[in-house]
């Protein structure tokens, strides 16, 4: 498990990013693989997402999670729910101690955040969809409406693909230069012609700050490159597998 300083210097809140070592899937999934979303066997994703919980000092079933189809729908969580009755969102908040909000990643950015005055906590997934369509701004309109602060909230990115690691094509990048010129910042040429570099997590970072997120962490980590500790649906992808494991992120209001 890896944890932001950021959000560390909080008190009364918990939080981990959680890398695929420590649990007992095997194979493609090895090992802490908790993404009921993928082909692996139900019962060592909820065995793995239990020792996540037990990382963060929490019981197996405080952790909740939806069914992330790359929305900007933020969800409002009060009480727990179980795997078959998880919602669609791509992001979530909380002001109830003990619901460990959880997001699930294999490329895309997860993003924490927290207003420890308030003891408000949020969740959201933040791939370019996600991010571009205005899951991070739904996700703060959230914790606003349960009483935090704009200006108090801190968001921690954990880790994700990078810059280096992310070609897409040329269709991806008019797709964001019909939003606005100035998304070329996010861009490098590739060394396929006519093909880009996209920085997702900068994407993210700027999202954020234009929100008047003033303290903002990214863990400086490409999932990609670190196929012993993470897992990536592109890397997977480019060599030929058929399914990976999910990276869980998760955050709790505790003691």
């Known amino acids: 498990m890896i944890t932001a300083s950021l959000i ?19 194979g493609l999934y090895g090992s802490m693989n908790c993404g009921f979303g993928s082909d692996d066997l139900a019962e060592n994703v909820a065995q793995n997402r239990a020792l996540a919980m037990e990382c963060i000092n929490q019981p197996a079933d405080a952790l909740v999670t939806a069914r992330q189809v790359h929305s900007a729908r933020a969800l409002t969580v009060t009480e727990r729910w179980t795997r078959d009755a998880a919602p669609e969102a791509d992001a979530l908040v909380t002001d109830v101690r003990g619901i460990a909000l959880g997001i699930l990643t294999a490329d895309c950015t997860p993003v924490l955040l927290a207003d420890s005055k308030a003891k408000v906590i949020g ?33 921690a990115m954990g880790p994700c693909i990078r810059m280096g690691s992310y ?89």
Not at 125 to 154: D, F, N, P, S, Y
């Open 8 to 26: 560390n210097s909080l008190s009364g809140v918990r939080h981990g990013f959680f890398t695929r070592r420590g649990g007992v899937s095997e």
């Open 167 to 255: 070609e897409v094509g040329p269709e991806f990048y008019d797709t964001f230069l019909a939003d606005s010129d100035a998304n070329t910042s996010f861009f490098a040429p590739a060394k396929r012609k006519g093909h880009f570099l996209f920085d997702l997590p900068t994407y993210v970072y700027r999202r954020l700050d234009a929100m008047g997120i003033k303290e903002t962490q990214l863990l400086q980590i490409d999932n990609f490159r670190s196929p012993d500790r993470f897992f990536s649906h592109r890397r997977a992808t480019l060599g030929g597998k058929a399914d990976c494991g999910r990276n869980l992120s998760a955050i709790v209001l505790g003691n």
């Open 123 to 155: 969740a959201a997934h933040a791939g370019w969809r996600g991010a571009r369509a205005g899951v991070l701004e739904a996700a703060v309109e959230a914790m606003v409406g349960l009483g935090a602060k704009t200006e108090r909230i801190v968001a």
